[in-house]
């Protein structure tokens, strides 16, 4: 952690930590009035990323990828998601989060919904400002659509001799990967072993995320 001063914010982040079980009574044992922030996409969306570092690292090696089948589902045919598998255990969010219920308040945690987040960047770091005290700074004209990485990258005003002018901050190379073609009964098995996950997420949070929402319209249209 950079050194801070009094008045100072400080900001640390790794996705290790939400599922890491000893991570909750170590930041704990660290600073009992830590801050946390916490950003939630759709949990299938998620497994499909992760199978894209999958595919990432495999090819960086020279090595074929794996089916994502043989990942996320059992292995004796019948289509059915494998609750055990790595990828998997990694979006049943509410299990995760009550771990670090059991050290932080519920107003210790701010929930960003992942989603809207990559389309509506401001909306969802005005609550941030909100939520960590300060002055609202960023505004949706800091914010431009980059075609190539798919996201919003931040563009605020840099002064020059020139003038004002912007310099793009996107996400690293690592992220805006395309994600890898995935059959739809995979994607359908999955959508449907999350939506009873998903459940529990809102009876937890009191929150209905936007991938809930179209998940829901999706089913009903099936």
């Known amino acids: ?70 990942l996320v589902l059992t292995r004796n045919g019948d289509g059915r998601v494998n609750p055990n598998a790595k990828m998997v255990q990694t ?21 960003v919904d992942g989603d809207r987040l990559v389309s509506q960047p401001h909306s969802e770091l005005k609550q941030v400002e909100d939520f960590l005290g300060l002055k609202r700074h960023i505004r949706p004209e800091h914010f431009v659509f980059n075609a190539t990485k798919g996201f919003y990258c931040l563009a605020p005003s840099v002064s020059s001799g020139r003038g004002k002018k912007r310099r ?7 992220k805006g990967r395309r994600h890898p073609s995935v059959a739809n009964s995979t994607l359908t098995a999955l959508r449907h072993f999350f939506a ?19 998940n829901a319209q999706q089913f009903g249209e099936e």
């Open 1 to 70: 952690m950079p050194l801070s001063r009094p008045g100072d914010v400080t900001l640390e982040k790794s996705p290790a930590y939400f599922v890491t079980e000893a991570a909750p009574a170590r930041v704990w044992r660290m600073n009992t009035s830590i801050q946390l922030i916490l950003i939630l996409r759709d949990p299938v969306d998620r497994v499909v990323s992760d199978y894209a570092q999958h595919v990432h690292r495999r090819v960086s090696k020279e090595l074929p990828p794996k089916p994502i089948e043989s």
């Open 196 to 214: 009873g996950h998903d459940e529990r997420l809102v009876q937890l949070t009191g929150r209905t995320f936007d991938w809930m929402r179209r």
């Open 168 to 174: 793009q901050r996107c996400l690293g190379s690592e």
């Open 91 to 111: 979006s049943l969010y509410h299990r995760h989060l009550r771990r670090w219920l059991r050290y932080f308040k519920p107003d210790q945690i701010h929930l």
